[in-house]
Protein backbone atom coordinates (compact mmCIF):
# COMPACT_ATOMS: atom_id res chain seq x y z
CA UNK A 1 0.00 0.00 0.00
CA UNK A 2 1.32 3.23 -0.90
CA UNK A 3 0.70 6.46 1.87
CA UNK A 4 1.26 9.68 1.16
CA UNK A 5 2.25 12.64 4.03
CA UNK A 6 2.73 16.04 2.99
CA UNK A 7 4.41 18.83 5.15
CA UNK A 8 5.51 22.45 5.05
CA UNK A 9 2.64 24.18 4.54
CA UNK A 10 1.68 27.40 6.71
CA UNK A 11 1.62 31.34 6.39
CA UNK A 12 3.55 33.34 4.03
CA UNK A 13 3.46 37.12 2.35
CA UNK A 14 2.37 37.51 -1.21
CA UNK A 15 6.20 37.08 -2.56
CA UNK A 16 7.51 35.02 0.13
CA UNK A 17 8.52 31.20 -0.66
CA UNK A 18 7.64 27.88 1.02
CA UNK A 19 8.96 24.41 0.24
CA UNK A 20 6.69 21.49 0.36
CA UNK A 21 7.52 18.22 0.88
CA UNK A 22 5.38 14.97 0.62
CA UNK A 23 7.18 11.67 2.08
CA UNK A 24 5.66 8.21 0.46
CA UNK A 25 6.01 4.90 1.39
CA UNK A 26 5.96 1.60 -1.10
CA UNK A 27 7.98 0.06 -3.45
CA UNK A 28 6.90 1.96 -6.79
CA UNK A 29 7.69 5.30 -6.04
CA UNK A 30 10.62 5.36 -8.05
CA UNK A 31 8.79 4.24 -11.39
CA UNK A 32 5.70 6.37 -10.54
CA UNK A 33 4.93 9.93 -11.83
CA UNK A 34 4.07 11.96 -8.55
CA UNK A 35 2.34 15.91 -8.47
CA UNK A 36 1.01 18.09 -6.21
CA UNK A 37 -2.57 19.56 -6.94
CA UNK A 38 -4.18 22.44 -4.97
CA UNK A 39 -7.93 22.85 -4.34
CA UNK A 40 -9.05 26.74 -2.72
CA UNK A 41 -12.02 27.55 -1.00
CA UNK A 42 -15.14 26.87 -2.21
CA UNK A 43 -12.83 25.41 -5.93
CA UNK A 44 -12.28 22.25 -7.80
CA UNK A 45 -8.96 20.11 -7.06
CA UNK A 46 -6.02 21.06 -10.02
CA UNK A 47 -3.22 20.24 -11.27
CA UNK A 48 0.10 22.65 -10.31
CA UNK A 49 2.79 19.96 -11.03
CA UNK A 50 4.18 16.62 -12.13
CA UNK A 51 7.37 14.28 -12.63
CA UNK A 52 8.04 11.43 -13.80
CA UNK A 53 9.81 8.82 -12.63
CA UNK A 54 12.92 9.67 -15.27
CA UNK A 55 12.36 13.61 -13.73
CA UNK A 56 10.60 15.28 -16.24
CA UNK A 57 8.44 17.72 -14.62
CA UNK A 58 5.54 19.85 -16.39
CA UNK A 59 3.43 22.60 -14.79
CA UNK A 60 0.26 24.33 -14.92
CA UNK A 61 0.08 27.64 -16.66
CA UNK A 62 -0.20 29.66 -13.30
CA UNK A 63 2.74 28.33 -11.74
CA UNK A 64 5.69 27.98 -14.23
CA UNK A 65 8.55 29.70 -14.09
CA UNK A 66 7.52 30.73 -10.13
CA UNK A 67 7.26 26.64 -8.69
CA UNK A 68 9.48 24.16 -9.12
CA UNK A 69 8.86 19.93 -8.35
CA UNK A 70 11.64 18.11 -7.46
CA UNK A 71 12.07 14.28 -6.05
CA UNK A 72 14.25 12.39 -4.92
CA UNK A 73 13.62 8.62 -4.72
CA UNK A 74 16.16 7.62 -2.49
CA UNK A 75 14.16 9.45 0.34
CA UNK A 76 10.53 8.64 -1.63
CA UNK A 77 9.90 12.27 -1.70
CA UNK A 78 8.76 15.00 -4.11
CA UNK A 79 9.12 18.35 -3.18
CA UNK A 80 7.26 21.60 -4.48
CA UNK A 81 9.35 24.51 -4.11
CA UNK A 82 6.83 27.47 -4.24
CA UNK A 83 8.53 31.45 -5.13
CA UNK A 84 6.95 34.95 -5.24
CA UNK A 85 3.86 33.40 -3.96
CA UNK A 86 0.50 35.22 -4.37
CA UNK A 87 -2.82 35.56 -2.66
CA UNK A 88 -4.21 33.58 -5.24
CA UNK A 89 -1.77 30.22 -4.66
CA UNK A 90 -3.90 30.20 -1.32
CA UNK A 91 -5.27 26.77 -0.92
CA UNK A 92 -4.90 23.33 0.28
CA UNK A 93 -1.82 21.39 -1.14
CA UNK A 94 -2.17 17.63 -2.11
CA UNK A 95 0.47 15.26 -2.92
CA UNK A 96 -0.20 12.52 -5.44
CA UNK A 97 1.36 9.15 -6.92
CA UNK A 98 -0.35 7.31 -9.41
CA UNK A 99 0.08 3.61 -9.61
CA UNK A 100 2.66 2.48 -12.34
CA UNK A 101 0.40 0.52 -14.40
CA UNK A 102 -3.20 1.22 -13.85
CA UNK A 103 -2.80 5.36 -13.06
CA UNK A 104 -4.75 4.84 -9.82
CA UNK A 105 -4.60 7.83 -7.97
CA UNK A 106 -3.26 7.85 -4.02
CA UNK A 107 -3.60 10.85 -1.88
CA UNK A 108 -1.81 12.53 1.36
CA UNK A 109 -4.36 14.45 3.50
CA UNK A 110 -2.97 18.01 2.16
CA UNK A 111 -1.27 20.78 4.01
CA UNK A 112 -2.54 24.11 3.67
CA UNK A 113 -0.96 27.13 2.20
CA UNK A 114 -1.96 30.75 2.67
CA UNK A 115 -0.61 33.80 1.41
CA UNK A 116 -1.82 36.81 2.76
CA UNK A 117 -1.50 40.68 1.09
Same mark, same amino acid.
Given at each position: ????? *? ?5 ? #?????? @? ?9 ? &?? &? ?5 ? #? =? &??? #??? %? ?13 ? &?? +?? @? ?8 ? +? ?7 ? %??? *?? !? =? ?5 ? +? ?11 ? !??? !????
Amino acid at each position: QVQLV *ESGGGLV #QAGGSL @RLSCAASGSMF &SI &STVGWYR #Q =A &SGK #QRD %LVATITGGGNPNYAD &SV +KG @RFTISRDNAK +KTVYLQMNT %LEV *ED !T =AVYYCNQ +KHPLSGMDYWGKG !TLV !TVSS
